[in-house]
């Protein structure tokens, strides 16, 4: 594939129009929170974009990250981009294997050094040396700090290489660690969410792409675009929600109404990320269009909060029959329950063991427990 | 899916968006789109909506990543624009305040090779021999 065809070009060859291309750039645009008329402006940006570098690490992960992105539905608006990127290391999807794999990252790094793009999927152990997850004979956090040392910026994808996840669930015996608790230094965009949402990768791809700068992000690095609204904002449930209509259980008469989950432990109050609008499997539906609350899955130690089943809070009465009481309710009871949902994270981040590295992602490091 | 009954009022606070975004397009030329995919509409509101703007005169379908359809609404310069297929999960359905849908304007950078294709039509046409009498 000629690397200096722009990406219309590259479009033109597979049959996709030009029309095609600007109608996918405008919801690319609507999905980032751009105004309407950037559309325009994100097409002739990625007409003029170069194929970007991109290195791919898998570390403490179960490839649903990768799985969420590349086993999307055909044909893929997802494709679109992720064709145009140089995929140049991927040792799940890549052909080579052992030193022509590894031959392939260092490649990649020496040719585009400064300029390629690290997406790291998992969570590094560091825990005994990092011994607990090795490729080619190299710890993870050797192949990180090498390959973030001379890389544009950094992704972390999925809420294990973005918080650690469920490898650094207590008592977290690998010593799992973030890739911003190890690399510093490098601009780095997390993407929480297990998985997280394809067109939240693609877009930010899209942005940087585009832009050749990351979007704005939140205080926990999460791109605002996909990030800056709770579950809860947009979840369909939430007229039920202002009304004080709970289902009590999975098979009652307000579960088979389709009321508020909340009750059921639905995390949606204090979850932030994409899914009520973006959906799932095609745009087909999301967890609390399935009958199932939202477990809180792109938010920190959302293994640890206190179990999926709990309610963040349970009001402090039966809710008011009419609509302006239970409003009042809810808006008290979702108030406490941010509160309390952040306080259960507060104290099991305070009671896990801590790891530390002594030095940035460039020196060599040393754990001290 | 049963849904609370008092949905009106969401679908007013877009009726009174759209007519901001219409004055605009009238006083100073600016189009608008108004992307509803994000809003946690009801389908009762969703019909609601529907019905007070009503059918229009045009009806278009572009294939192209899916299927997109533009529908004119009775209010001039409102149009729904909806997309099926894998454009749907992306973007959701969207009232687009212009004099004309933007997707259905011709891509500037694609008239040239318009104009190219046909050159060729008709120079291989010219090169035909003429039929003998």
Request: proline share 7%.
């Amino acid at each position: 594939m000629d690397k200096g065809m722009s990406l219309a070009s590259r479009l033109g060859e597979a049959g996709i129009s030009r029309r095609a291309f600007l109608k996918y750039c405008g919801m690319l645009a609507a999905s980032l929170g751009l105004p309407t008329a950037a559309g325009r402006t994100l097409a002739e940006a990625l007409d003029a974009a170069p194929r970007q570098s991109v290195i791919w690490l898998s570390f403490q992960e179960c490839t649903g990250c990768t799985e969420s992105l590349t086993r999307a539905h055909a044909p893929t608006l997802e494709s679109l981009i992720f064709d145009h990127v140089s995929l140049d290391y991927h040792h799940t999807l890549q052909a080579a294997a052992g030193e022509a794999a590894e031959r392939a990252r260092h490649e990649a790094m020496e040719r585009h050094a400064g300029e390629y793009l690290v997406l790291v999927d998992g969570s590094i152990p560091v825990r005994d040396g990092g011994v607990y997850s090795t490729i080619a004979g190299v710890t993870n956090l050797q192949m990180l700090q090498e390959t973030a040392r001379d890389a544009a910026a950094l992704v972390a994808i999925g809420s294990c290489a973005a918080f650690g996840g469920l490898p650094m669930a207590d008592p977290n015996p690998t010593g799992a660690a973030p890739v911003g608790d190890l690399v510093r230094g490098k601009p780095l965009i997390n993407l929480p969410g297990c998985p997280p949402i394809p067109a939240s990768i693609t877009g930010v791809l899209a942005h940087y792409l585009a832009y050749g700068r990351l979007p704005e992000l939140d205080h926990l690095g999460r791109p605002k675009a996909f990030f800056g609204e709770s579950i809860h904002d947009r979840c369909y449930r939430r007229p039920f929600y202002d009304q004080g209509l709970f289902a009590r259980g999975f098979d009652d008469e307000g579960a088979r109404k389709g009321w508020c989950l909340y009750l059921l432990g639905c995390k949606g109050p204090t979850t932030h990320n994409a899914c009520a609008v973006t959906k799932w499997n095609d745009g087909t539906s999301f967890p609390i269009e399935a009958g199932h609350p939202c477990l809180g899955c792109s938010e920190p130690r959302f293994w640890d909060a206190g179990g999926f089943y709990r309610a963040l809070s349970a009001p402090t009465g039966e809710p008011a029959p009419v609509a302006v009481a239970g409003l009042a309710v809810g808006a008290v009871a979702g108030a406490a329950a941010g509160f309390r949902h952040r306080r259960t994270r507060a104290a099991a981040n305070a009671a896990r063991p801590t790891v530390e590295l002594g030095r940035d992602a460039t020196g060599n490091e040393e754990e001290r427990s | 899916m049963n849904r609370p009954e008092n949905a009106s009022s969401a679908v007013e606070a877009l009726l009174c968006e759209v007519r901001v975004a219409l004055r605009r397009l009238a006083e100073a030329a600016e189009p608008t789109t108004i992307d509803l995919g994000p809003l946690p509409l009801s389908p009762a509101e969703f019909t609601a909506l529907e019905r007070a703007l009503g059918e229009g005169e045009v009806t278009a379908r572009l294939d192209a990543l899916g299927t997109t359809s533009v529908r004119e609404t009775a209010v001039p310069g409102v149009w729904w624009v909806t997309h099926d297929g894998c454009a749907g999960r992306v973007a959701g359905p969207q009232l687009e305040v212009a004099r004309w849908p933007a997707l259905l304007e011709t891509p500037a950078e694609t008239l040239r090779s318009g104009l190219a294709s046909l050159d060729a039509l008709l120079d291989a046409s010219q090169e035909r021999p003429t039929p003998m009498n």
